[in-house]
């Protein structure tokens, strides 16, 4: 595998003042913040900046679509914590990434993408592949900037990392024109940033935080609802000893996966639509409900007229916006989760009589876990996901796309360690799982990352296998192949009587031959005993392996809460 950096030249930094072309300044400004890596695709109007990036050193990915290469930096940035960075050229580049940037500004991942532009004198003339960027992507993005004047580039680009590091997370586009990256202007750095609108809230109200211990010590029946905030606050630590110290239970959210131990007795699994049993009826029985870092989107809470009817609520979270947004709350606390977290632990922290309600959650654990019925006809996908978390120790670093194979990771991998999990939550982006587990990989070069995709999503992007040859990335991309959009048929089947409408994908290409095509290892199973086989010998192999696994093509996730239901709904959570 190429190391990320290894080609990065040693540079005096440029002296305030100096005089420099656009395109020198971007490269300048990226080594000021310390970027290694970027991802991107080159076209006419970024021919003045991929000119500067040649010979540089500076480490480049070439995605084989601008959509792969934006997923990518979205893996690079949930794994690494670091900004993803993203070049796209102008037009049909620019709105390529469109997409990557929706389902970034939904999860709060960090980017800073820039996108080339047409000539400032021709802009708003329909010019050759000219489309209007900051118009497209404004409601998708944290900020969006057009430079305008050369000598604004390097405080442009400097408040681009500052926005998207820092309060929520998000990504920030920066729109150049190609004469402000072939023309001259003065590069400065130094200066502070000046953004008097923009100044998150780190540390919480001391009043509320009392607020909080007062009605955790009141409480009878109260639960943690983890989300991606505490991930991204690296507060894990802070939650696992506010928890246990609190004897409090822990529900995660589908992004909050691995920010609290899947196997802690406190656990008690994923909330919403294919959450488990208990998770939602704790929710749903709850007198205290305590979310940490999530946003209560209604994949979590289902109907909002059953969520949670007897809870006073208490929402902590660094963007303001989010708290009252989809639920009436009592207690709201802004700040960063582990500050947030580092206050309730030095408060004093009386600890309720939780007796009953613990009790009672072991006895719907006990009678309610996560199901599927086994077969020695047909290979199970949960089977394929919980051999893969026995042959990777539990331990990798998995990327999925959205569906039914989504899903079955969530409730069947058992994420017991932060920053393990990179899915498309909010946006449910088919074509995320390869590419993002690209990033993921220059990330963490460590760690076993494995992408596990369906047939339908993988087909979006599978042009990306050629980065991953060409990187030797030892990715092991897992394909969950049912010949069909699984989640598509699965509410077909239950809402639409089986009416498959354009959901089943019978003409499959030969996965095997696109491996060797792509010069990488290709390994299949249809039964058990196969599937053990080809895991053991795909995390055997240094290099990229492609897994092609015929799964049972009818077989449904549950539980489920239909659309318009309550939590307390569920169906299908007994055989």
Not at 340 to 356: S, W
Not at 555 to 563: L, T
Request: aromatic share 8%; with cysteine; charged share 20%.
């Amino acid at each position: 595998m190429r190391k990320v950096g290894a080609n990065m030249q040693t540079k005096e930094p440029v002296s305030a003042g100096a005089q420099m072309n656009g395109a020198d300044m971007l490269i300048e400004s990226l080594r000021r913040e310390n970027v290694d890596v970027i991802f991107g695709y080159p076209g006419g109007a970024v021919l003045p900046i991929y000119d500067k990036l040649y010979g540089s050193g500076m480490f480049h990915v070439l995605a084989r679509h601008e959509q792969g290469g934006i997923h990518a930096a979205e893996g690079y940035a949930r794994i690494s914590g670091k900004p993803g960075v993203v070049i796209a050229t102008s037009g049909p580049g620019a709105t390529n990434i469109v997409t990557g940037l929706a389902d970034a500004m939904i999860d709060s991942l960090p980017l800073v993408v820039f996108t080339g532009q047409v000539a400032s004198s021709v802009i708003g003339s329909d010019a050759f592949q000219e489309a209007d960027v900051l118009g497209i992507t404004m409601p998708i993005t944290k900020h969006s900037y057009q430079v305008r004047n050369i000598s604004d580039m390097p405080r442009i680009i400097k408040e681009a990392f500052h926005i998207a590091t820092t309060g929520r997370p998000g990504p920030v586009l920066i729109d150049i024109p190609k004469d402000m990256a072939q023309g001259d202007g003065t590069f400065n750095y130094e200066g502070e940033i000046d953004l008097p609108g923009y100044q998150p809230t780190y540390f919480p109200n001391q009043l509320q935080v009392k607020k909080l211990t007062d009605a955790v010590a009141a409480a009878k029946k109260p639960v943690i609802l983890a989300g991606a905030g505490v991930l991204l606050s690296k507060g894990s630590e802070e939650l696992k000893n506010y928890a246990e110290r609190q004897n409090i239970p822990v529900i995660n959210t589908l992004l909050g996966l691995g920010c609290f131990p899947a196997d802690h007795p406190l656990h008690l699994g994923m909330a919403g639509m294919h959450g488990t049993y208990t998770a939602n009826m704790a929710i749903y029985e709850s007198d205290l409900l305590i979310s940490i870092g999530a946003r209560f989107d209604d994949r979590v809470t289902g109907n909002l007229k059953h969520f949670a009817p007897n809870a006073k609520i208490a929402h902590i979270d660094i963007d303001p916006a989010e708290i009252g947004k989809n639920v009436p709350t009592k207690i709201p606390i802004v700040g960063d989760a582990k500050e947030v977290l580092k206050q309730l632990l030095l408060q004093e922290g009386e600890v309720g009589d939780y007796t009953k309600w613990h009790e009672k959650l072991a006895a719907w654990k006990q009678e309610y876990p996560l199901w599927y019925q086994n077969s020695a006809d047909v290979l199970k996908p949960q089977k394929v996901v919980e051999l893969l978390h026995k042959y990777t120790n539990g331990d990798a670093v998995v990327t999925t796309d959205v569906g039914q194979h989504q899903m079955w990771v969530a409730q069947y991998y058992t994420f017991n360690n932060p920053d393990r999990w990179v899915t498309s939550g909010g946006l449910g982006t088919m074509g995320f799982g390869l590419p993002s587990a690209i990033g993921a990989q220059l990330a963490n070069k460590d760690k076993t990352v494995v992408a596990v995709v369906g047939d339908g999503g993988f087909q979006m992007t599978l042009q990306e296998l050629g980065v991953i040859r060409e990187l030797n990335l030892p990715v092991k991309v897992v394909v969950l192949n049912n010949q069909s959009l699984g989640m598509v048929r699965q509410w077909q089947e239950i809402f639409y009587e089986e009416r498959y409408s354009h959901s089943l994908i019978p003409n499959q290409p030969n996965l095997m031959k696109l491996a060797e095509a792509y010069d990488i290892k290709g390994l299949q199973a249809s039964t058990e005993e196969e599937a053990h086989a080809a895991l053991k010998e795909a995390m055997e192999t240094d290099g990229p392996v492609l897994l092609n696994f015929f799964v049972a093509p009818k077989e449904n996730v549950y539980p489920m809460v239909a659309p318009g239901k309550g939590l307390h709904e569920m169906v299908g959570v007994k055989p």
